[in-house]
């Protein structure tokens, strides 16, 4: 039993930590984080599981490694439970955010567990431990290789070649897909990494064979040739930082007295990312049509912003001044808190759930008490490692723990000041706390506790365990029904009708705690209902209709009541009202009602003040619609729709002339915008300009050459202008567009008549 339990704790660890950085599975919606984080949870619990096991059942005892940092990740690993009590949307932060899934408890808990497994259960090479350090390094350097190699064929198209044979996913044959997450930059960083730990591995070691020798090499130089090709800065700001550091630090610590040549490689690498950070190499060698320089782009919220939205989420509350807004709830910071200026930008109608910094991630949904608690923790590790390298005499004596270890971590480190935290990345950096920890063996202490004495301990000790590992059982039974959920709702997507329903039913009923499978089946239900009304009167299923648009009203407000301070539920609810005003009575309150509340969550989104004034529009209250049209314009001078409704607004009191030039203005400013195109040729036609109305609708035939109405009005300003050929010639064409349309038809016949006279 001791042998099979030390087996389960051997493998797993070994398992997790070669496979976390290459797992994927293209059955989920998201076929990275979510994936990875099911893997974490299930081998780190079961390995941990196993450990106690062992320990308490088989060696009657409890063995325990402890060292000063343990008291430090035990304060931060408490903070985040507290953060979670007491976060503004519960859901995301057990779980993470959906889409992104590595900032939630369960992650964070999961990786808790790591450390100490890894405290505990690993040793230097000399101590009979179960794992090995110089094990969990090969196995993460083995992961990096295949990594590196799959990245190659992606970036060159081998697996696009690959598919037309094979039938891959249509994921893997993208220029973009790695294995570590789901952009090159976040591969970049990673690579970063890497080759700190390469270099690390490299320089601590006293004689290395030729063939791992050329292994370090090749996986350097492969890393170091996808890095260039990327050219994410940050990545290269990243290395440089770790790297000079190491440098500055083993030339004041004499580290390399006896081989300064070791410093070679760092410093030499050190001055390849200053020399990529300012030329940007694959600028200069590639021209602007190569696929290479046209590799899609990660977008990253700014460093200056990400503090911006942090320091004023922190600053909100005092409970947020302590605790934060909750793990996982960046996205509802950011909504709330950004500031007006990002609407001028062409990212304004991203909701950016991730900060570009991971410690202002911590102050934003930890708050300071949990920004304090992780500056402690990093603070200790760096006092600690110093203190042990501050008498190091023959660097051979710490391979390959201490120096490629603190080489990683400073990395990381470098890492989480410009970049987020992804599942891989919070990996290895909890990874090589423990693995730092068992390097240090001077402040790690042993403690023993035997039940030999105490067989009444023992029992209940044994107890302990036994309900533990059913609790386990019992949340895996859990975690498999939601991961079933996540598969349906991902084959739904891109479906229609009974299909699509049939998938989302089905995801619910496993999983009825997720707000975006009640958001999908909502809008899915109100699809069904207006493709019901679009049919000819006597056609139409009225008690269909009336069901479908019920049971839309009935999921959008389901996912109100579950995340209720996400503006995404009370924007969907909006739209549910809005779509079903001319169905049902008070639709149109009710909808004004659902967009000031999503308001209280973003108040700085011009299409909610917009939406609102649209539903004021329809109720006739024409001063109030003005008035957050007026509003979403000062959030978004350029916004168009709000710009064209207003027009609209002025039309409708017979003021054209000034709704032309609010319309004339817009197009100056949005030459492409069709829309503002199309009603701007409406009014000039209604305002007797006949001539400027058939510019404006051929412009916009022009960039959308099958829009029905703007070759219909073309249509009715030709024959306007008695010309009878060209004004058929368009009604023709809308004719193709819509095939049977009787009014079309009488048009054509009427005009040809009037040509034969």
């Known amino acids: 039993m001791q042998r099979f339990l030390n087996l389960i704790v051997k493998y797993g660890v070994y398992l997790l930590v070669f496979l976390l950085p290459l797992f994927f599975l293209p059955f989920s919606f998201e076929a990275f984080e979510f994936n990875k984080q099911y893997l974490l949870f299930f081998l780190s619990t079961l390995a941990f599981f196993a450990w106690l096991a062992k320990m308490i059942v088989c060696d009657k005892e409890i063995r325990f490694r402890s060292s000063p940092l343990d008291y430090f990740v035990l304060g931060f690993m408490v903070l985040a439970i507290l953060s979670t009590v007491f976060s503004v949307d519960t859901s995301s932060s057990l779980y993470g955010f959906y889409g992104r899934f590595s900032d939630g408890l369960i992650s964070f808990l999961s990786m808790g567990i790591l450390y100490f497994l890894i405290t505990n259960n690993t040793g230097t090479g000399e101590d009979k431990k179960t794992l090995k350090i110089g094990g969990i390094l090969k196995a993460i350097l083995w992961s990096s290789g295949l990594i590196v190699l799959f990245s190659y064929f992606s970036i060159f198209g081998v697996f696009a070649k690959l598919g037309q044979w094979l039938s891959l996913p249509a994921l893997i044959q993208q220029s973009t897909f790695n294995t570590v997450t789901g952009s090159l930059e976040g591969l970049s960083v990673f690579l ?39 050219d994410f800065t940050a990545s290269w700001i ?20 006896e081989n300064v040549n070791k410093l070679l490689v760092p410093v030499s690498l050190s001055l390849i990312s200053v020399l990529c950070i300012v030329l940007n190499p694959m600028n200069l060698i590639l021209s602007e049509d190569s696929s290479l320089s046209n590799l899609p782009k ?4 700014s460093q200056e912003m990400s503090w911006d939205v942090s320091f004023k989420a922190s600053i909100d509350s005092v409970k947020n001044g302590f605790l934060g807004s909750g793990l996982g709830t960046f996205h509802h910071d950011f909504a709330k808190y950004k500031p007006i200026e990002i609407n001028n930008s062409w990212l304004w109608q991203i909701r950016f759930d991730r900060p570009g910094s991971y410690f202002a991630e911590i102050l934003a949904t930890m708050g300071f008490l949990g920004l304090l608690a992780y500056v402690a923790l990093i603070g200790i590790f760096l006092v600690i490692g110093g203190l042990l390298l501050k008498g190091i005499k023959d660097i051979s004596e710490t391979y390959p723990f201490q120096i490629p270890l603190l080489l990683v971590f400073l990395a990381l480190l470098a890492s989480q000041f410009v970049y987020y935290q992804n599942t891989t990345l919070g990996f290895i950096f909890w990874l090589v706390l423990g693995l730092s920890m068992v390097s240090w063996k001077k402040p790690v202490k042993e403690r023993v506790k035997t039940f030999n004495e105490f067989p009444e301990l023992s029992l209940i000790f044994s107890t302990i365990v036994i309900i533990f590992g059913i609790a386990i059982l019992a949340v895996y039974f859990f975690a ?14 891109g479906l229609l009708g009974e299909q699509r329903v049939e998938y989302l039913t089905s995801a619910i009923k496993l999983n009825p705690y997720s707000a975006r499978y009640h958001s999908a089946i909502s809008l899915t239900y109100l699809y069904e209902a207006l493709q019901e009304m679009q049919k000819a009167t006597e056609e139409q299923n009225t008690a269909q209709i009336q069901t479908l648009v019920a049971q839309s009203i009935e999921e959008a407000k389901t996912t109100s009541i579950l995340q209720k301070n996400q503006v995404a539920s009370w924007e969907n609810l909006g739209v549910v009202y809005r779509e079903i005003i001319l169905l049902a009575q008070g639709a149109a309150d009710w909808g004004i009602d659902s967009f000031k509340n999503a308001l209280k969550y973003e108040p700085t989104n011009p299409v909610l003040y917009t939406e609102i004034g649209k539903l004021y529009a329809a109720k006739g209250e024409i001063e109030s619609a003005k008035e957050f049209f007026k509003k979403a314009k000062e959030m978004k001078s350029d916004y168009a729709e709000a710009t064209i409704q207003m027009a609209l607004l002025l039309e409708s009191e017979d003021i054209l002339d ?24 409406r009014l000039y036609f209604n305002n007797n300009q006949k001539e400027e109305a058939i510019e404006q609708f051929k412009i916009v035939i022009l960039l959308v050459p099958d829009h029905s109405n703007a070759n219909y009005s073309l249509g009715i300003a030709y024959a306007a202008q008695n010309e009878i050929e060209l004004a058929i010639a368009q009604f023709e064409k809308v004719l193709e567009l819509n095939p049977g349309n009787q009014d079309v038809m009488q048009k054509i016949n009427d005009l040809k008549g009037e040509e034969e006279e």
Not at 298 to 301: P, Y
Request: with cysteine; charged share 15%; glycine share 6%.
């Open 192 to 230: 970063a990494v890497i080759i700190c730990l390469l270099v690390g591995m490299m320089a601590s070691s006293k004689s290395i064979s030729k063939i791992k020798n050329f292994g370090y090499w090749l996986l350097l130089l492969g890393s170091l040739g996808l890095m260039v090709i990327i």
């Open 238 to 257: 990243i290395l440089l930082a770790a790297l000079v550091s190491f440098v500055v630090l083993s030339l004041w610590k004499r580290i390399f007295k």
């Open 298 to 301: 990660e977008q990253v919220l």
């Open 480 to 493: 498999v029904k939601f991961y079933l959920a996540d598969v349906n709702y991902s084959k739904a997507i």
């Open 658 to 681: 000034q709704a032309i030039t609010e319309l004339e203005e817009l197009v100056i400013g949005n030459p492409l915008n069709v829309d503002a195109r199309f009603q701007l040729g």
